[in-house]
């Protein structure tokens, strides 16, 4: 099963399973228990998370723009300074695989009540398939 939730939220370590971080910054001051693993490859490019956060693009584009960058080649490395996305589908198909065979747990620092948080995008793309 695959589940989202704010990294702020509690910790429950039977219901969350694994707590993967998909944020393309870790954050300043978050303690490493926070989370399991922290996977940047997972988060939205720099270029999208400024347009989003900029109102630059609609919630719609910035799905559908999401959505396009976890499914592409190696060129969203390009438009990234600081993080590399080496093997994403690799990645995304793993995920999907611990999520039949246990719990994952996406984070995000969004509250737990947001709605537009890239965290749901990830978590319908994975129950579709990649």
Excluded at 58 to 80: A, C, P, S
Aim: proline share 3%; hydrophobic share 35%; charged share 30%.
């Amino acid at each position: 099963m695959i589940k989202t939730k704010s990294v702020k939220s509690p910790i429950e370590p039977r219901a969350d399973g694994l707590r993967i971080l998909a944020t393309r910054f870790r954050g300043r001051g978050l303690p490493s228990s926070r989370y399991d693993v922290w996977m940047a490859n997972l988060a939205p490019s720099e270029a999208l998370l400024h347009d989003a956060r900029s109102g630059a693009i609609t919630w719609g584009e910035f799905g559908r723009r999401y959505r396009k960058e976890l499914t592409e080649g190696g060129g969203v490395d390009q438009r990234n300074r600081t993080i590399k996305n080496h093997g994403q589908k690799f990645t995304l198909r793993l995920i999907q695989e611990l999520g039949r065979r246990g719990t994952v747990t996406l984070l995000c620092h969004c509250a737990e009540d947001e709605q537009h948080c890239h965290r749901h995008v990830l978590k319908k793309v994975l129950a579709r398939g990649v």
